[in-house]
């Protein structure tokens, strides 16, 4: 079945600057990006770019709000958590369309990128969703579960979360048989976009160069899909 709002979106997110994808008709020249798992890939969705925009942000939660209603049914929700960082913005404008009574949030420990923490108290019984703006593998979302119980075992977590914008299936193995509802699937509109660890990377095997951080140097990766040779210093 076609998601044709997902689809709509993904087409406005890329005439807007927020996707980079590997320019293989121009040969290897360019760079090409680390994600945040560790793994190399050819292309890249910088989600800020859109949802900086206060009328993209507002779009997207509506759209998202929608989807979790309709999954909700007649359960009232508690608690809406963000995740770390981009994640947080997003859940503030999402929780009042959907009629939580709370807003809250994890943070990430130390420099640690995969350990996060809940430092709000949420009483016995009450329900709380997890959301993000963008989830390649869902396990950011699943770590924010795990963060939230820790310090509050008597919370209940809803059996599904939610994302503006998936790179994975609605069923990741890393969310443990909780479902991810998405407002832009990948997967659905058939985007794939390879993902390799380091040492298998083709990209590297052919002299492009991997770069971390991406979102720090955006305008210059972007740069690279008409310029491959556009300078762009290396940050691994």
Not at 2 to 29: C, N
């Amino acid at each position: 079945m076609t998601d044709d709002l997902g689809s709509v979106l993904w087409e406005t997110m890329k005439r807007s600057g927020a996707v980079w994808e590997y320019p293989y008709q121009k040969g290897f020249l360019a760079p090409h990006p680390v994600l945040r798992s560790g793994k190399h890939s050819d292309g890249f969705v910088d989600t800020l770019q859109y949802l900086s925009v206060v009328s993209n942000l507002t779009q997207a939660a509506r759209s998202l709000a929608k989807k979790l209603k309709e999954k909700l049914g007649d359960i009232e929700i508690d608690w809406v958590i963000g995740s770390p960082m981009a994640g947080i913005t997003f859940a503030t404008v999402v929780a009042p369309m959907l009629g939580a009574r709370r807003i809250a949030f994890t943070e990430k420990v130390g420099g640690d990128n995969k350990k996060l923490t809940c430092r709000f108290s949420i009483p016995f019984g009450e329900s709380f969703l997890v959301i993000e703006e963008m989830t390649t593998t869902g396990a950011t979302l699943q770590r924010g579960i795990e963060a939230v119980l820790q310090n509050n075992s008597g919370a209940t977590p809803l059996d599904f979360v939610g994302a503006f914008l998936t790179r994975c299936s609605d069923f990741p193995p890393e969310l443990k048989s909780r479902e991810l509802v998405p407002v832009i699937s990948l997967s659905k509109l058939g985007v794939h976009y390879g993902e390799w660890k380091t040492g298998n990377c083709p990209l590297c095997k052919q002299g492009s160069k991997p770069i971390e951080n991406c979102k720090r140097i955006w305008p210059a990766l972007l740069r690279t899909m008409k310029d491959p040779t556009y300078p762009i210093e290396p940050t691994c």
